[in-house]
């Protein structure tokens, strides 16, 4: 079953084509994650994806360099070309922990061996402060934002 995914990261433009995806970045992977300890502790875990170098590393790499604050990260994850599920990254709520109320590229690495692939990769993390999922079969939709627990 072929999965796709593209990411959209504001101002910052992808290569991609594909109808309904235009200037996103296609990634070839993708992590992230919630971690719940009990005793009500909660935490967004990075996310992390992969893709061929493309016109937006050059945004990438001057983005986390600066520490620039990014409005959102979109994450559409397609099944044999059928959206069923999207992630929507954002800072959390301002005046809350540091790390909650931001959406920040934190790492570029590139990566690869020669012969590899036809073209270099790289790594990119975002750390975020407040994740929406929503699962597109019955319009199912949660989040939770880290700055208000």
């Known amino acids: 079953m072929a999965i796709d995914c593209y990411i959209q990261i504001t101002g910052i433009e992808g290569e991609s084509t594909a109808r309904g995806h235009e200037k996103w970045i296609k990634a070839d992977g993708y992590t992230l994650g919630v971690e719940s300890r009990g005793g009500h502790t909660t935490s967004l875990k990075d996310m992390v994806f992969t893709h061929p170098l493309d016109k937006a590393t050059p945004k990438l790499v001057e983005a986390c360099c600066n520490d620039t604050d990014i409005e959102k990260v979109k994450i559409h994850v397609l099944e044999e070309g059928r959206e069923f599920i999207e992630y929507l990254l954002e800072p959390g709520q301002r005046g809350s922990g540091a790390d909650a109320a931001v959406c920040?590229?934190?790492a570029v690495?590139?990566?690869?061996?020669p012969g590899d692939s036809d073209r270099p990769r790289e790594q990119v993390t975002v750390r975020y402060g407040k994740i929406t999922v929503k699962y597109k079969d019955g319009n199912i939709e949660a989040s939770y934002d880290s700055s208000t627990t």
């Open 109 to 113: 690495i590139p990566t690869g061996n």
């Open 104 to 106: 920040r590229i934190t």
